[in-house]
């Protein structure tokens, strides 16, 4: 099992680009979700799914967009970055949306 | 809205030392509360506390929840340079799916 797998690691866009945040899981999880995380910030939620075809908004879904078209995948588009979107996101999935989540390695972005 | 605050934000202390990390949460329907531990990379599980489990102990690490008070703490015995790291609290709740996390504390352990 790969568990849960994110590309790129890191990525540096300019301000205006847009681009797509890969996730996938290999654990038949029926939860996945996206958060940012931001130095003294905790993890915030961006979007979440409770199953494909189904997904919602989290804390702070402005600027992001999500779509799940198979259980194992989960990509976040981000449609123009902002530089406010500097930030570390992770992917989690889970078998339920309560319990525990396992997370990806994370993508740093930078956008200048 | 749910939220989850926890302190101190951060704590220094030497190896062996005792440490207590608080969570405090405000949350409709509570279901859940789970702390995980995070080192340079992504968060590792560490504990998971429901109304039919409110104590958790592994090694030196123990949990406990409180749900009429609305908090948890994270206790760390005899602590070790390698349990420096940032300790993490979330809680899940009024909508499924959506698990709330604090600020986090972060634990630094001198040898």
């Known amino acids: 099992n790969a568990g849960v797998t994110q590309t790129p690691k890191f990525q540096v866009l ?29 993890l915030r939620l961006i979007h979440y799914s409770v199953g494909a ?16 078209s198979t259980t194992e995948d989960f990509p976040l588009r981000l449609l123009s970055a902002a530089p406010s979107q500097t930030s ?14 396992y997370f990806g390695p994370g993508t740093r972005l930078t956008v200048t | 809205e749910d939220k989850v605050v926890q302190s101190p934000l951060s704590l220094v202390v030497h190896e062996g030392d005792t440490v207590t990390l608080n969570c405090s949460y405000e949350v409709t329907n509570f279901r859940s509360l789970l702390w995980y531990k995070q080192e340079k990379k992504a968060p590792t599980f560490l504990f998971m506390l429901t109304s039919s489990g409110i104590e958790k102990k ?16 994270l206790n760390i015995t005899a602590t070790q340079t390698g349990d420096s790291a940032i300790y993490l609290c979330a809680v899940g709740g009024t909508s499924y799916g ?5 600020q986090g504390t972060i634990l630094t352990v001198h040898p």
């Open chain 1, 14 to 42: 300019k301000t205006g680009q847009s681009m797509t945040l890969q996730c996938a899981q290999d654990m038949n999880h029926e939860y996945m979700s996206w958060y940012r995380q931001d130095p003294g910030m905790g």
């Open chain 1, 53 to 68: 075809g189904i997904t919602d908004q989290g804390e702070v879904p402005n600027g992001y967009n999500v779509s799940r």
């Open chain 1, 88 to 101: 570390v996101y992770f992917c989690a999935s889970s078998r339920n949306g309560y319990y525990e989540q």
């Open chain 2, 58 to 73: 592994s090694g030196r690490l123990s949990s406990i929840l409180d749900k009429k008070e609305l908090f948890s703490i």
């Open chain 2, 98 to 102: 959506k698990l709330t996390f604090g």
